[in-house]
């Protein structure tokens, strides 16, 4: 850690050059002796990351930035500030501590947080940057966090973890058994000195694979922001055996929309089916990634189009946790029938169809955008067709 950055005018030219182009910067050089351009253009690259994704460190004058990987892999204020909500204690430890910004939140509902990073350049800047942010019950171990808990042989409430998903020899990888820590493998340990364990993981992972992989799983959280799955949790009891529930988040500008639902409710639930009525429904990402497809139909009272398709229907507008839209025409997939129709701007999706939206908009010579929406889908009969809509507000 080169503290010569912290130095007002590097970080005048680091705050002034936030949306320059890096590579004028990285010919140009700098005039700065106590700092190389490498480094400077570094903390420009992972500042600017935190605009947006981690504001509070972005406000806070003199934060020290790792490299940009390190801003990209870590979670966002938003899922931290969720995931610190699902829990509180006395003690926690978290065992891949990282840029520590979910040791950040969980510090508002814990009275002592242990950050366990066993990066040594990692861990003395986010000691540093917790004493710029005015947190003082958060402790910092430069350590491999699975021997910290035996080296420290003490129980605490809860134990959390976010192992790396990138692999020496692998790469990028999302099953638990590739990443480090090997969670799957280390479960008994931890459960050594804890009840309660949370885990993050990758979006991509199949949530069949990891109840697998996984012990004792009480609770599922698939979280969205804005329509975009960003992370899995998992929360782990020691010795449950009971129900897992599933809960499906998106979180919006305007608030936060849940889903929640028991994942053998969603295995003995069967659709209802029925032909476009008043209504299109198209279900947010965080539903989709939980695979409620069924329980949908029964807590929401809305039909299902097709097993495979994932739209549904009803014939009075209900509040909805997705799209909404009004069905204005149903016709049969005929390209000559729709060109008739004269559309030359719309929003095209496709659900359970042959053909893709760019063969589509090639076919029918229909550009992007404007208020019209057209789904091409398949009818429980087996029927191609095009559900022409407005978007409900």
């Given at each position: 850690m080169n503290k010569a950055i912290l130095n007002t005018e590097i970080q005048g030219f680091i705050n002034d050059n936030l949306d320059s182009n890096i590579t004028s910067i990285l010919l140009k050089g700098t005039a700065f002796t106590a700092v190389n351009t490498k480094e400077i253009i570094e903390q420009i690259e992972a500042k600017k990351k935190c605009e947006n994704?981690?504001?509070?460190?972005?406000?806070?004058?003199?934060?020290?930035?790792?490299?940009?990987?390190?801003?990209?892999?870590?979670?966002?204020?938003?899922?931290a500030n969720y995931k610190s909500n699902l829990i509180q204690g006395n003690s926690i430890?978290?065992?891949?501590?990282?840029?520590?910004?979910?040791?950040?939140?969980?510090?508002?509902?814990?009275?002592?947080?242990?950050?366990?990073?066993?990066?040594?350049?990692?861990?003395?800047?986010?000691?540093?940057?917790?004493?710029?942010?005015?947190?003082?019950?958060?402790?910092?171990?430069?350590?491999?966090?699975i021997e910290f808990l035996k080296?420290?042989?003490?129980?605490?409430?809860?134990?959390?973890?976010?192992p790396s998903r990138r692999h020496d020899s692998k790469g990028k990888v999302f099953f638990l058994n590739d990443c480090l820590p090997n969670i799957p493998q280390q479960?008994?340990?931890?459960?050594?000195?804890?009840?309660?364990?949370?885990?993050?993981?990758?979006?991509?992972?199949?949530l069949s694979?990891?109840?697998?992989?996984?012990n004792y799983v009480?609770?599922?959280?698939?979280?969205?922001?804005?329509?975009?799955?960003?992370?899995?949790?998992?929360?782990?009891?020691?010795?449950?055996?009971?129900?897992?529930?599933?809960?499906?988040?998106?979180?919006?500008?305007?608030?936060?929309?849940?889903?929640?639902?028991f994942l053998n409710d969603e295995k003995n639930c069967n659709s209802e089916y029925s032909l476009p009525l008043s209504y299109l429904y198209e279900p947010n990402a965080a539903i989709l990634k939980a695979g409620a497809f069924n329980i949908l139909t029964k807590q929401m009272e809305v039909f299902k189009l097709h097993k495979n398709s994932h739209l549904y229907t009803s014939q009075k507008?209900?509040?909805?946790?997705?799209?909404?839209?009004?069905?204005?025409?149903?016709?049969?997939?005929?390209?000559?029938?729709?060109?008739?129709?004269?559309?030359?701007?719309?929003?095209?999706?496709?659900?359970?169809?042959?053909?893709?939206?760019?063969?589509?908009?090639?076919?029918?010579?229909?550009k992007d955008g404007g208020d019209t929406y057209l789904f091409f889908?398949?009818?429980?009969?087996?029927k191609r067709m095009v559900i022409i809509c407005s978007k409900v507000l």
């Open positions: 994704k981690l504001s509070t460190w972005f406000q806070t004058k003199n934060i020290y930035y790792p490299n940009k990987l390190n801003i990209e892999q870590t979670s966002s204020e938003v899922t430890i978290d065992i891949t501590g990282g840029f520590g910004v979910d040791c950040f939140y969980f510090s508002k509902r814990f009275k002592k947080i242990v950050h366990c990073e066993l990066d040594a350049y990692l861990s003395e800047i986010v000691k540093y940057n917790y004493t710029q942010l005015g947190v003082s019950n958060i402790e910092t171990q430069m350590v491999d966090g080296q420290n042989n003490k129980p605490v409430d809860w134990i959390y973890a976010d479960l008994d340990t931890i459960f050594r000195y804890t009840k309660n364990v949370m885990i993050k993981t990758s979006p991509l992972l199949d694979i990891g109840i697998n992989e996984l009480k609770s599922i959280h698939i979280i969205a922001v804005n329509n975009e799955v960003k992370e899995i949790l998992w929360i782990l009891e020691k010795d449950f055996l009971n129900e897992i529930s599933v809960n499906a988040i998106n979180i919006l500008k305007e608030g936060l929309i849940a889903f929640n639902f507008l209900i509040d909805f946790p997705g799209r909404r839209f009004k069905i204005e025409t149903v016709l049969p997939y005929n390209i000559k029938a729709i060109k008739k129709i004269g559309l030359k701007k719309a929003n095209i999706t496709t659900r359970n169809f042959s053909e893709s939206v760019q063969q589509l908009r090639k076919k029918l010579d229909i889908t398949t009818d429980h009969a087996e």
